[in-house]
């Protein structure tokens, strides 16, 4: 029993990190997920995810509080 243990594109985690985000992940996804991501990925896509959140929420009180 030989099992495809290819690593998945930086893309794919960030994928992966943005549908954790929201929390909808499938049970199959995940474990895929679990035997083809790359540690390293999954930490750089989160780290570029809770930048990009974090810019949204600034610029969306800036937005509001201006006027």
């Given at each position: 029993?030989?099992?495809?243990?290819?690593?998945?594109?930086?893309?794919?985690s960030?994928?992966?990190?943005?549908?954790?985000?929201?929390?909808?992940r499938?049970?199959s996804?995940?474990?895929?997920?679990?035997?083809?991501?790359?540690?390293?990925?999954?930490?750089?896509?989160?780290?570029?995810?809770?930048?990009?959140?974090?810019?949204?929420?600034?610029?969306?009180?800036?937005?509001?509080?201006?006027?």
């Amino acid at each position: 029993m030989e099992e495809n243990k290819k690593q998945a594109s930086f893309m794919y985690s960030m994928k992966a990190v943005f549908w954790s985000f929201f929390g909808l992940r499938r049970k199959s996804d995940f474990d895929t997920d679990s035997a083809k991501l790359n540690p390293v990925h999954i930490l750089i896509a989160a780290l570029i995810g809770v930048a990009c959140f974090i810019g949204l929420l600034i610029t969306i009180v800036k937005l509001v509080v201006s006027k």
